[in-house]
Structures are given as C-alpha cells and as structure tokens.
C-alpha cells in the first residue's frame, strides 16, 4: 500500500495496549477531495463530470478528476452540533453541501495532495465551468 502516516500517537520506545491506535494511515493510490460548494452552484452539479484541480503548494500545479458523488444534506445538518434557531428569528444562510472528487491518477510522482491542503476547481459543466 502506497501510504503516509498521520496522527502519529505513539513514540519509540513506548509501550501499547492491544487495540490501541498507533497512528493512522492515509492512501495515496486512491486520492479524492471533499469540496464543500454553496447550495447556490450546486444546480447543474453532477456525478461524472470532469474537474479542473489548483493546487497553490505546487505552484499552480493543475490536477484532473471527476465528480464521484454529492452528499445528501449540508455539512451542517450533519454536523456533531447542528445550529437550531430556537428564537424564531429567521436568517437565510447559503449552506455548504459536500462533494467528492476523485482525482485522476497522473504523472506528478513527487507532487502528492496531502489531507488538510487547500484547492481550487472548476467544474466543467456542459459547456460551463465555475
């Protein structure tokens, strides 16, 4: 498995118990990308269309791939502590709803996403990109 460690939460040297995480591990065969897009571009947002990916680590590097698939309620309907208004105050806020993107194996070896980097894309779809 093509991998990097995170989370590291053990040191040399120290002793664990059976079951305890040691540290996590994160793919890079397989690598995706959570965009979180306003609800208002999210009308002609579909799985299957292709993706034009900025990474400003790599100096504007450009990254291809593909809407896989888009979550069925907002990041935060899904959050640990979703926000009620128990007022009765009504305020219209644009929500988020997340995207998967999997981006398309290429021949960037060295220039690796890692968890955490920020991004920029457009996505083609029909004849628009945004």
């Not at 959570?34 to 790599?58: F, S, W």
């Not at 979703?82 to 021949?107: D, S, W």
């Not at 968890?115 to 779809?125: D, F, H, Q, S, Y």
């Amino acid at each position: 498995m093509n991998a990097t460690v995170t989370k590291r939460t053990v040191e040399q040297g120290q002793q664990f118990a059976v079951g305890q995480a040691m540290f996590n591990l994160v793919p890079l065969d397989e690598i995706w990308i959570t965009a979180n897009l306003k609800e208002t571009q999210m009308a002609h947002v579909r799985p299957g269309q292709q993706v034009k990916i900025e990474v400003d680590t790599y100096g504007h590097k450009t990254f291809h791939g593909v809407v896989d698939s888009i979550a069925s309620s907002t990041g935060s309907r899904e959050a640990l502590l979703p926000p009620e208004n128990a007022t009765g105050n009504f305020v219209k806020v644009v929500q988020r709803i997340p995207v998967k993107i999997l981006v398309h194996p290429g021949p960037n070896d060295g220039e690796v996403l890692r968890p955490g980097m920020n991004v920029e894309l457009k996505i083609r779809t029909s004849s628009l990109m945004f």
